[in-house]
T-cell receptor, first 114, second 114 residues
Framework: NAGVTQTPKFQVLKTGQSMTLQCAQD?????MSWYRQDPGMGLRLIHY???????DQGEVPNGYNVSRSTTEDFPLRLLSAAPSQTSVYFC?????????????FGAGSRLTVL | AQTVTQSQPEMSVQEAETVTLSCTYD???????LFWYKQPPSRQMILVIR??????QNATENRFSVNFQKAAKSFSLKISDSQLGDTAMYFC???????????FGTGTRLKVLA
């Protein structure tokens, strides 16, 4: 099992450019989510999905889009990048909301918007 | 709204000594799960320990243990016999039973000194 795979690991964008952060998991997890990590802010939830075809907003969804067409994949799209979106992004997944199953995280993607 | 508070942004400890990281949370629910995650310089998020709120016994994992005080809504992490490899950012996290939404604290940066 590869776990949660995020690509790319690093990306530099110019303001206004668009890009997609990819996330794939091979553990058949129902739940997938995207977080951003900023200094002094911890991890903040951007969007999440509880299954294919179902997505919902987290704490900081503005400027980001997601879709979940398959159980395995949960891409995060930045339609028009802004410097405020400079951050480290983590994809995470888990299953069974009624047990203490942990989040499995990807390795993170560092995004810089100039 | 649920919140998780880590009041110690940075801490340091001498190698082989014991250190305690604090975490408090706010919820009106009775069934939930608590977690401590470690983020070393590699950026990978790693589960350290988990606690189910309905269990009164404090969780332990080798050198890591928690002091779970449900009435006080406190969930501190004790690291015994600190090692240089424990140097990392530590995040406390909370999740209600029956949901997938995790809430993270802002983190405590721990440095173990040789």
């Amino acid at each position: 099992n590869a776990g949660v795979t995020q690509t790319p690991k690093f990306q530099v964008l110019k303001t206004g450019q668009s890009m997609t952060l990819q996330c794939a998991q091979d553990m058949n997890h129902e739940y997938m989510s995207w977080y951003r990590q900023d200094p002094g802010m911890g991890l903040r939830l951007i969007h999440y999905s509880v299954g294919a075809g179902i997505t919902d907003q987290g704490e900081v969804p503005n400027g980001y889009n997601v879709s979940r067409s398959t159980t395995e994949d949960f891409p995060l799209r930045l339609l028009s990048a802004a410097p405020s979106q400079t951050s480290v992004y983590f994809c995470a997944s888990t299953y069974d909301r009624d047990r203490a199953n942990v989040l499995t995280f990807g390795a993170g993607s560092r995004l810089t918007v100039l | 709204a649920q919140t998780v508070t880590q009041s110690q942004p940075e801490m340091s400890v001498q190698e082989a000594e014991t250190v305690t990281l604090s975490c408090t949370y706010d919820t009106s629910e009775s069934n939930y799960y608590l977690f401590w995650y470690k983020q070393p310089p590699s950026r990978q998020m790693i589960l350290v320990i988990r606690q189910e709120a309905y269990k009164q016994q404090n969780a332990t994992e080798n050198r890591f243990s928690v002091n779970f005080q449900k009435a006080a809504k406190s969930f501190s992490l004790k690291i015994s016999d600190s090692q240089l490899g424990d140097t990392a950012m530590y995040f406390c996290a909370f999740r209600h039973s029956g949901t997938y939404k995790y809430i993270f604290g802002t983190g405590t940066r721990l440095k173990v000194l040789a």
